[in-house]
Structures are given as structure tokens and as C-alpha cells.
């Protein structure tokens, strides 16, 4: 699974390889190919914290679509109406008779 970043220099989205290493170096998931090379250029290193969330928050990203994916067909099958009254809000004689005894 490939990481979307967004990169914080420019605001553009790119999409690193899976490795995280492009063949001229490690990508960084903080700034795109374009802001890496001009940051490179100027001797500017990515803040490790910085990295580290920006990592934190493409996994979260792709989880959310992996989570979105896999929802999508329930999507069809949702009406308009109450949530369904779970087992625990209907008390049945089983619970009345573990209440008395
Ligand atoms: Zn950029």
C-alpha cells in the first residue's frame, strides 16, 4: 500500500514510492520530489518529528479509505429510519429472572 503525502512546502499531494526511496534517494514525507530536491539544494533537512507525523497521518489517511471501501456496499442497504433497538435496550425475561435471582 502506497502512502499519500501532502507536502507541507507547497501544499501538493504526491505518492512516493512503497519503499519510501526514490531512485536518487529516500523520499522524505514531508515535501514532495520538488520541494525535497530545492530543500536539498539549500541544505535543509525534514524535522523528524515533523516526519513522523506527516507518516502518522498517511496511515491514518489510507486507513480511512481502506475503512470507506469496505463500507461501501452496506451504503446501499441504508434506510431512513431508527437504529434498531439493540438486545440490551429490550429487557427479556432472562435478564428480569438473573435480576431477581
Ligand atoms: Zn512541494
Redesign the pocket.
Known sequence: MRFVFE?V??G?H?LPPEEMVYPDGPASPV??T??QGAKRAAGVREDPLLARIALAAARAALAGRAAEAAEQPARFDVRPSRPPLSRRSRPGPGVVRSRLG
Open positions: 507536502c512546502e507547497c501538493g504526491y515535501w514532495c520538488d520541494c
